[in-house]
């Protein structure tokens, strides 16, 4: 195993990127939903030579449960996409739980953890349970698909039902 079960408090791993801190282009960072965290483990050619060894919390569930809907409490993540064009250093996080798309400001180093900036999107776009994401080439459109309805039962997903595709810019 590349990160080993429980790593770094690894809990129901969803969505993952690899080499994302831009400036260090080796590690991977996984979105741990069921601690509601995206956690940095190393990457095949990472500082320590150590592949999946885990580094730290890139993003704290204090930070995912920041704006939280009612419904939503703890932000659960599920993908993350980082902006294509420019030093702009913004990460972009769905954000499960509650209901909308999360923006970071990425510090260009591989120690520094993600800033919270804002919610990108919120309700009034839609979102019931957003999952993935993704930029056109150019940055100017943001893409997330997501499902029309939900199952209770389940807050972690995927038992939600009536994909679309919904796009911001």
């Known amino acids: ?19 994302l801190d831009n400036g260090d282009k ?5 979105c741990s939903s069921g601690t509601h965290e ?12 150590t592949p999946g060894a885990y580094m730290d919390v890139y ?17 659960t993540p599920f993908a993350i996409h980082f902006h294509p064009t420019g030093p702009t250093n913004k990460m972009y996080v ?9 923006r970071f400001t990425n510090i260009n180093d591989s120690t520094s ?17 957003p999952y993935d994401l993704g930029f056109d080439p150019t940055g100017t459109y943001l893409y997330v ?13 995927p038992h939600s039902t009536g994909s679309e595709i919904k796009m911001y810019y």
Do not use: Q, W
């Open 113 to 129: 953890k993600a800033t919270y900036e804002k919610v990108f999107t919120d309700n009034a776009g839609n979102l019931t349970a």
């Open 1 to 19: 195993d590349f990160v080993t079960t429980g790593s770094g408090g690894l809990s129901r791993p969803i969505g993952i990127h690899i080499g």
């Open 94 to 102: 769905t954000d499960y739980s509650n209901r909308h798309v999360k």
């Open 59 to 75: 993003v704290s569930a204090a930070d995912m449960a920041t704006d939280a809907t009612t419904e939503g409490g703890d932000g």
């Open 26 to 30: 080796s590690n991977l960072l996984v």
């Open 145 to 157: 698909t997501h499902c029309a309805t939900r199952s209770y039962g389940d807050t972690y997903g």
């Open 38 to 49: 995206i956690l940095r483990y190393e990457g095949e050619s990472g500082p320590t030579s």
